[in-house]
């Protein structure tokens, strides 16, 4: 069975800090993992995705994760926060032929 | 393109009513999930359409749930009788296939007091 594990549920950084979310995942068969960012009253956007191809996946607003498999991590890292990332942040796995199962999500606070 | 829409936005209703939500996939998209989220916990898997039919409803809560998808298209889930437990937001998702990415809606925001 596949699940996702995000340490900690609260994360607080100041702006132009280093941004590091950590997700750890179980899975029988090579996953597909994913992060997800929800904004205050709005619904989930996709920030990035691992599908098997390269291990460091860049996404939109300059978030990247690496996919470590000694690890089974796929930590969730931006060099210099900006106010504007303050949101909820779900990393979520997928085995082929599976449903998709999220982490209970980390809130990230950015302080000025 | 229009994104995944869902309707209401929130909703509160006595225990014991019926609430039914609604999801509008993205245009072309046979593939609809629907999730929930109770009280800050993680976003739970309730089922999966592929068009018409129910390809997984292994995340279904109990039978007071009903989905349906008639003709392919929008998709309901209506809570009948609804339970204080039942609150929470509820997520719909659509993908070209099983295999692709999951475009979110906005979620329903349901109170059950």
């Known amino acids: 069975a596949q699940s996702v594990t995000q340490l900690g549920s609260h994360v607080s950084v100041s702006e132009g800090a280093l941004v590091l979310l950590r997700c750890n995942y179980s899975s029988s068969v090579p996953p597909y993992l994913f992060w997800y960012v929800q904004y205050p009253n709005q619904g989930l956007q996709l920030l990035l995705k691992?599908?098997?191809?390269?291990?460091l996946v860049k996404g939109i607003n300059g978030f990247e994760a690496e996919f470590k498999k000694s690890e089974t991590s796929f930590h969730l890292t931006k060099p210099s926060a900006h106010m504007s990332d303050a949101a909820e942040y779900f990393c979520?796995?997928?085995?082929?032929?599976?449903?998709?199962?999220f982490g209970a999500g980390t809130r990230l606070t950015v302080k000025p | 393109e229009a994104g995944v829409t869902q309707f209401p936005s929130h909703s509160v209703i006595e225990k014991g009513q019926t609430v039914t939500l609604r999801c509008d996939p993205i245009?072309?998209?046979?593939?609809l999930y629907w999730y929930r989220r109770v009280m800050g916990k993680e976003i739970k898997f309730l089922l999966h359409?592929?068009?018409?039919?129910?390809?997984?409803e292994s995340g279904m809560p109990n039978n007071r749930f009903l989905a349906e998808r008639t003709g392919g298209t929008y998709s309901t889930l209506k809570v009948q009788p609804a339970e204080l437990e039942d609150s929470g937001v509820y997520f719909c998702?659509?993908?070209?296939?099983?295999?692709?990415?999951?475009?979110f809606g906005p979620g329903t925001r349901l109170l059950v007091l």
């Open positions: 359409f592929v068009k018409e039919s129910k390809q997984d």
């Open positions: 245009s072309g998209h046979d593939n």
């Open positions: 979520a796995v997928r085995s082929p032929y599976e449903d998709m199962r």
């Open positions: 998702a659509s993908s070209q296939s099983h295999q692709e990415t999951q475009y």
């Open positions: 691992y599908t098997s191809a390269a291990t």
